[in-house]
Nanobody, 122 residues
Framework: VQLQASGGGLVQAGGSLRLSCAAS????????MGWFRQAPGKEREFVAA????????YYADSVTGRFTISRDNAKNTVYLQMNSLKPEDTAVHYC????????????????WGQGTLVTVSS
């Protein structure tokens, strides 16, 4: 499966952005999907994950209550709605696909998009 992330940009603290990740190739609904992010000088970290049907979701503690992951299998797209953004959310955000139903660890994701930069100004 090939993944293409979009929707990043510059936003003020407290603002919102919606990231999209379009998938092509093999059947999208067969994959669990996740979002990860990597800030300068830091390791890539888990943000959110969703299972194939959209019925189960996981979130990192740092984004719980502010971010929402969702998917539209008819459009082969997964979304990350980000509200109440903080400067510490600044990072390149990556979408990824896993053969597992749902996963938190980046090691369980075998397919990655190219990343989209989110910058939150204070």
């Amino acid at each position: 499966v090939q993944l293409q992330a979009s929707g990043g940009g510059l936003v003020q603290a407290g603002g919102s952005l919606r990231l999209s990740c379009a998938a092509s190739g093999r059947t999208f609904s067969g994959y669990g999907m996740g979002w990860f992010r990597q800030a300068p000088g830091k390791e890539r970290e888990f943000v959110a994950a969703i299972n194939w049907s959209g019925g189960s979701t996981y979130y990192a503690d740092s984004v719980t209550g502010r971010f929402t992951i969702s998917r539209d299998n008819a459009k082969n797209t997964v979304y990350l709605q980000m509200n109440s953004l903080k400067p510490e959310d600044t990072a390149v955000h990556y979408c990824a696909a896993t053969n597992w139903n749902i996963a938190r660890s980046r090691d369980e994701y075998g397919y990655w998009g190219q990343g989209t930069l989110v910058t939150v100004s204070s």
